[in-house]
């Protein structure tokens, strides 16, 4: 059963340190995203790439946050340096180019004291 | 500016009896709709998508429904069942593949 695994699955760290956060795509989609849920919101639009290129990344805040695929089986994204808003669940997805859902992996729980 | 909008938070049914889950969207280059469900400590999973071009799409206990002059969309669940308690997402795709997704509706299904 194909999977999207996301790690670490939680994170704490301190104020001011650098995060950063991994996801495996499922073997053949070259499409990624990060979306971001906080408490208060639905899930927010980070950042996608296609083909390891990214599309859009007009939903992350440039000055601390970066996302990379440095290859197709790997997608990380970074925050440096972290502050307490950042305490969120960072989910990944993936899937193929062709409309349909997109399978989300289970997350990574962020809380930044 | 928030695109796709589920404006009822949460929903409480009986089992056994309908229940009806609402989006509407601003975009009009919106292609795709899809629903997902999420469980706690889970991430979302793909429920059942409607194209466009079709106004309904039907999977078992779950139907879609796309009013495109409204921008409205629903999903309907017959008959709800204890087990389809969770949080249900709205989202829409344009053809470039970029989903935006709704805040989600906590359904509450009551034995």
């Known amino acids: 059963d194909a999977r999207v695994t996301q790690t670490p699955r939680h994170k704490v760290t301190e104020m001011g340190q650098e995060v950063t956060m991994r996801c495996q795509p499922i073997?053949?989609?070259?499409?990624v995203f990060w979306y971001r849920q906080t408490m208060m919101q639905g899930l927010e639009l980070l950042a996608y790439?296609?083909?390891?290129?990214?599309?859009?990344d007009s939903g992350m805040p440039k000055d601390r946050f970066s996302a990379e695929m440095p290859d197709a089986t790997l997608a990380t994204l970074k925050i440096q340096p972290s502050e307490p808003r950042d305490s969120a669940v960072y989910f990944c997805a993936s899937g193929p180019r062709s409309p349909g859902g997109y399978t989300f992996g289970s997350g990574t729980r962020l809380t930044v004291v | 500016d928030q695109q796709v909008k589920q404006n009822s938070p949460s929903l409480s049914v009986q089992e056994g009896r309908i229940s009806i889950l609402n989006c509407d969207y601003t975009n009009s280059m919106f292609d795709y709709f899809l629903w997902y469900k999420k469980y706690p400590a889970e991430g979302p999973t793909f429920l059942i998508s409607?194209?466009?071009?079709?106004d309904k799409n039907e999977d078992g206990r779950f139907t879609v429904f796309l009013n495109k002059s409204a921008k409205h969309l629903s999903l309907h669940i017959v008959p709800s069942q204890p087990g389809d308690s969770a949080v249900y997402f709205c989202?829409?795709?344009?053809?470039?593949?970029?989903?935006?997704f709704g805040d989600g509706t906590t359904l509450t299904v009551k034995p």
């Open positions: 409607i194209s466009s071009i079709k």
């Open positions: 790439f296609r083909n390891r290129a990214p599309l859009d």
């Open positions: 989202a829409a795709n344009t053809n470039a593949g970029k989903s935006t």
């Open positions: 073997l053949g989609h070259n499409t």
